[in-house]
């Protein structure tokens, strides 16, 4: 079983940037790809970006590709999202994921709590 921990949400202007942080339980972190999505009200859960077991390749939405930057530091067991040139449409709930198997948009295994990301105009 593995425990998924966001942090890192908060308020912020537009234009401005945050970092996300997942941190994971367990000893088994490498072997996981790891996901962040997000959740808007009133609308469901959608893919924002993935990054591989070595961190190797990343994965991003159109809407979030040459903002938003996802890493990795295994030696941690920490994923991060770093996020600039935030947009109110940005403003969602935000969720890292641990996936066993070699999707990196589907069928993910384990989720965090979320964490609240509001940009304002």
């Known amino acids: 079983q593995v425990q998924l921990v966001e942090s890192g949400g908060g308020l912020v202007q537009a234009g401005g940037s945050l970092r996300l942080s997942c941190a994971a339980s367990?000893?088994?972190?490498?072997?996981?790809?790891m996901g962040w999505f997000r959740q808007a009200p009133g609308k469901e859960r959608e893919f924002v970006a993935a990054?591989?077991?070595?961190?190797?390749?990343?994965y991003y939405a159109d809407s979030v590709k040459g903002r938003f930057t996802i890493s990795r530091d295994n030696a941690k067991n920490t994923v991060y999202l770093q996020m600039n040139s935030l947009k109110p449409d940005d403003t969602a709930v935000y969720y890292c994921?641990?996936?066993?198997?070699?999707?990196?948009?589907?069928?993910?295994?384990?989720w965090g709590q979320g964490t609240q990301v509001t940009v304002s105009s």
């Open positions: 994921g641990g996936n066993r198997g070699s999707s990196y948009l589907n069928n993910y295994d384990y």
């Open positions: 367990g000893r088994t972190f490498s072997s996981y790809v």
């Open positions: 990054i591989s077991r070595s961190g190797g390749s990343t």
